[in-house]
């Protein structure tokens, strides 16, 4: 028994090819608006790429542009099927062509769900990428004098100005790494070589943070230096004083950025999806209307359309014994006259 079954007139059947022609030309801009968000957010991730380790992230939005790219090209395909569909003599070259076209239509939408659930679980991965990026340019944010290094300190400094972060987890971080260039270390200052010989690694800690961290809100001016030393400063509270720097990671803030960017992504991947398996229902049934119209003798009569001939029980389980008869088709059995192969 047919699944869905629908009666087409020659009526409806031409307004229902009508309306597939003019939807899959839509279909042809939603695979170029899915190409461009992949693409939007391939720059995205390029434009800091030195804070970001591991690259393999580049998956979702590499993912995004080839199904956006090829969803552009079987549209403009199925736009044309579906507009000779509208002639019985002209489905005639088509008649073959159609089920593989639905099939392959079919995998291509399953991709489509696949990369719009893919940016929804791109945030954990994310997130460990930007960790251990952000980590090593903080530990290079001294090395200007260095080919290769010399651009992470303005780096680093643009993005917690523009972000309104500080450091990678929060501005202790800058506590624990030596962010100033030796170069500008005063050898001859008892203060810089005590400093030096305390630390088991000879470097020069301080308890302050980049000029980058300081909070343009604040009501005093900025306090960089000795942060937890509420002597040092005065009216200073060290626990109290939030407004003085930036107290957001830089991590949790690009987290942030990028997870809304894939959060709108994925909406609208997802809608796309659901466009396109409308889309295919209704070439389904254009399919199976024009099919059966073929077995009958007037161009002009009523056919019936369906989503599956038989059952869906029906449907899998010959499909099952197809995909089994094509194993057993290439078996070889030995013989006095040689090899045979069974298809």
Known sequence: MAVLKVKFTKTKRDKL?????????FSVISGAVVFSLGLFLKIEIRKRKELIAKWDINSVPNTLISIGAIVCMINFFGGKICYDCTDANKFNRWKLIMLPYIVCTLCFTFCIFVGAIMCYTMRNELEESLYLGLGNAIKFYKDTDIPGRCFLKRTIDTLQIRFQCCG??????????????????????????DRLKSNIDGKFLVDGVPFSCCN???PRPCIQY????????????????????WMKGCREALLDYYT????????????V?????????????LQTSMRNLL????????SDGWLFENSFVETAMWNINKIKHLGKGNQISSGSSGPEIYF
């Open 260 to 271: 809304d960017i894939m959060r709108s992504i994925g909406i609208t991947t997802f809608v």
């Open 168 to 193: 990678n987890n929060d501005f202790r971080d800058w506590f624990e790494i030596q962010w100033v260039s030796p170069r500008y270390l005063d050898m001859t200052s008892e203060d810089v070589l």
């Open 226 to 245: 000795q942060l937890t030393n509420n002597t040092a400063h005065y009216s200073y509270e060290f626990m109290t004083e939030e407004l003085n720097i």
């Open 295 to 302: 077995l009958q003798a007037d161009p002009l009569c009523d």
């Open 216 to 218: 343009p809100n604040s």
């Open 273 to 285: 999806w659901v466009f396109e398996l409308l889309v295919l229902l209704g070439v389904r049934y």
């Open 17 to 25: 090819a009508q309306i597939l022609w003019i939807l899959n030309w």
